[in-house]
């Protein structure tokens, strides 16, 4: 089966940083674009970085200059690195991606478990 499993969230003091990972697993043909989005209680599920195949990245306003995202095509891994953590940034970060499984010959739409990032004040 295709699954996306994220790592590297955790308790970090404002000012502080953490760097999340997000591994495709299972039988695959290929990965498009990646991303990752965020939580926190009582809100939405927002779009906090994308990056394409190629590596053309996106970020919300909210962590420009802060948050890098970047991939490792040959591991099937996206990383993001939060500099510059804030309390405001405190969510279940969820990673997402479109996998084409061997056993299908399309794209589907994938998520991960979500990881826990909490930023003390």
């Known amino acids: 089966q295709v699954q996306l499993v994220e790592s590297g969230g955790g308790l970090v003091q404002a000012g502080e940083s953490l760097r999340l990972s997000c591994a495709a697993s299972g039988i695959i043909s290929s990965v498009g674009a990646m991303g990752w989005y965020r939580q926190a209680p009582g809100n939405q599920r927002e779009l906090v970085a994308t990056?394409?195949?190629?590596?053309?990245?996106n970020y919300a306003d909210s962590v420009k200059g802060r948050f890098t995202i970047n991939r490792d095509n040959a591991k099937n891994t996206v990383y993001m690195h939060m500099n510059s953590l804030k309390p405001e940034d405190t969510a279940v970060y969820y990673c997402n991606a479109n996998i084409s499984p061997r056993s299908y010959s399309n794209y589907r739409n994938y998520w991960g478990q979500g990881t826990q990032v909490t930023v003390s004040s």
């Open positions: 990056i394409t195949s190629g590596g053309n990245t």
